[in-house]
C-alpha cells in the first residue's frame, strides 16, 4: 500500500512539473497558441524537411521558408524527393507549380503547408475544444502538444505539435471521430534563422522543367451556345452547426456546355464546396470516394424532367459530405 502511495504521489508531483513546464511560457492559453503558430509561420525564416502522409500515400519533402520584411515578401519553395521531379514555388500569395513533363502552373494560394492556412484565423470555441496536453519532441526540438477536438462526429479534430520555443509547427495529425489517423504532416529535420547565401540563391531560381520553358494555364472562359434551360439557384437543406456559406460563383463546365453553380462553406477550420451542373446523361447515379482527408461525394438530383449533377467535395468526413450532398435542392422563390 506504500509503496502504491509512493507511485501515485510520484506521478502527480511529476504531471505538475510536466504542466508547469508547458504552461510557464504559453500563459496556460491554447488559443494564444495557435495565434503565435500563424505569426511564426510568417514571420520566421526556416529550412527542413518533413514527410506528408494522406491516406496510404507518403511523401517526403523539403522546404525553404523565408519571413516577410519591409524589402521583400514572404518566399517558400518546397521540393518532391520522391518519384519524379516536382516543386513548388510560392512568392506572396502567387504559387507556381511545375513538374517533370509539364510546363509551370501559376495560381493563387497560401501557405504551402496545408494545415497552417487552417489556422490563420482562429478556432471557433463554439465547435471545438483546445487542449494543452503535454510536452513531446519532435526533430530534435521540444514540442507542445495542443488537441483541436471537434464538438460533434460531422468534422476532423487535430493534434499538433508546436516548437516550444519559436511555436512553428512541427507536427500535425488529423484524426476521426474513432481516433483513426487520416492525415500526418511531421519535420525529421529543422532549422530555424537567418537563410544562408546558398539557400537564398536556391529560394529565388524561377521554377523550370526540363526543358526550362514556361507555360502559364489561363483560366479565362469560353464561349457557349445560348441554352435552353437556365438552372435555378441552389441551396442545402442541412449542415453541420458552424458551417456557413462563404462565398458563391457561377463557371463554365470544364466537361459540358452548363454554367456550375459553386457554394463553398466553412467553419473557420474545415472547408468544403457544393457544385451543381444540369446533367444530360439523366441517369440517376451517386458514388463517394475518401482520400486522406479529402471526401467526395456525387449524385443526381432530379427536378421534373431535368436532371443535374450534385457534387460535394472537402476536408470533411464522408458521412459528414453524403448528408449534405442528398440535402441540396433549388433555393424556393418567395411568391
Keep these: 500500500m506504500k509503496k502504491m502511495q509512493w507511485i501515485t504521489r510520484k506521478l502527480l508531483v511529476l504531471s505538475l512539473f510536466v504542466s508547469g513546464f508547458v504552461y ?28 506528408y502522409q494522406q491516406g496510404a500515400q507518403l511523401q517526403t519533402l523539403s522546404i525553404i521558408h523565408q519571413a516577410e520584411n519591409q524589402k521583400i515578401s514572404e518566399k517558400e519553395r518546397i521540393l518532391y524527393l520522391d518519384g519524379a ?17 509539364e510546363g509551370v502552373t501559376k495560381f493563387q494560394h497560401g501557405s504551402l503547408l496545408p494545415v497552417i492556412n487552417k489556422f490563420q484565423s ?55 471521430d474513432q481516433g483513426k489517423i487520416i492525415e500526418r504532416l511531421q519535420f525529421t529535420s529543422l532549422s530555424i534563422g537567418q537563410l544562408s547565401d546558398d539557400v537564398l540563391v536556391l529560394l529565388n531560381r524561377k521554377p523550370s522543367t526540363v526543358d526550362e520553358t514556361i507555360h502559364i494555364k489561363s483560366s479565362s472562359a469560353k464561349e457557349y451556345p445560348e441554352k435552353d434551360v437556365v438552372p435555378p439557384d441552389w441551396e442545402t437543406g442541412w449542415l453541420p452547426d458552424g458551417f456557413v456559406l462563404e462565398n458563391r460563383s457561377i463557371r463554365p463546365s470544364p466537361v459540358s456546355r452548363h454554367d456550375v453553380d459553386a457554394l463553398i462553406f466553412s467553419d473557420g477550420i474545415a472547408t468544403f464546396s457544393v457544385f451543381v451542373e444540369q446533367d444530360d446523361t439523366r441517369v440517376l447515379s451517386q458514388a463517394s470516394e475518401k482520400i486522406g482527408a479529402l471526401s467526395a461525394v456525387s449524385k443526381i438530383y432530379r427536378e421534373g424532367d431535368q436532371y443535374f449533377h450534385v457534387t460535394v467535395v472537402g476536408d470533411i468526413p464522408l458521412g459528414t459530405a453524403e448528408r449534405v450532398a442528398v440535402s441540396v435542392r433549388p433555393v424556393k422563390m418567395k411568391p
Excluded at 521531379?85 to 513533363?101: M, Q, W
Aim: charged letters at 25%.
Design 85 to 101: 521531379p516536382r516543386e513548388v514555388v510560392r512568392s506572396g500569395n502567387e504559387l507556381f507549380f511545375s513538374s517533370y513533363n
Design 122 to 176: 482562429g478556432v471557433s470555441e463554439s465547435f471545438y475544444d483546445l487542449k494543452i496536453v503535454g510536452i513531446d519532441r519532435v526533430a530534435g526540438r521540444e514540442a507542445v502538444l495542443l488537441l483541436v477536438l471537434p464538438k460533434d462526429r460531422f468534422r476532423y479534430g487535430y493534434q499538433l505539435w508546436l516548437d516550444r520555443e519559436s511555436s512553428l509547427l512541427l507536427k500535425s495529425v488529423l484524426v476521426d
Design 24 to 51: 510557464a511560457d504559453t500563459s496556460s492559453d491554447a488559443g494564444y497558441l495557435l495565434e503565435r503558430m500563424a505569426v511564426s509561420s510568417k514571420g520566421l525564416s526556416f529550412q527542413g524537411e518533413f514527410v
